[in-house]
């Protein structure tokens, strides 16, 4: 005596919606990774925490601005009409720039320890319509 019962083929389906899982798994895939990266520290407190997120926003801050200094400094160099050398202090960094016809070269020394690092890079000419 044989019986049959139905059956379907089975079938992979991504959970995370990353991967193109159903969209509403995200808030409860979310929630499970925020329960399981939650540490305590030994005295771990609010302040402790709030003072972490003023680290965070200072290192955030201070990201963008030495990106608009480096872009600022980038259009010194590489303008429409660029400097030939010129040398920039900024915190405990000092920079060097000079531009020859063949080269433009950067020096940036940190001015705590004396370390340096030379970035020297072609002149490229654009080409005018």
Known sequence: MSSRAPAQDLVFQFTNPSFGGNSFNSSH????????????????TQSTRSSTQSDLFVRQLQSRLLSSLSSGLSEVITGAEPGDSDTLTIGDQQIFYERTLETITVE??????????????????????
């Open 29 to 44: 895939l979310l929630s499970l990774a925020d329960i399981q990266n939650q540490h305590k520290d030994e005295g771990g």
């Open 108 to 129: 940036i020394t940190n001015l705590l320890d004396g370390s340096s690092t030379e970035i020297v890079l072609p002149v490229v000419e654009q080409a005018v319509n």
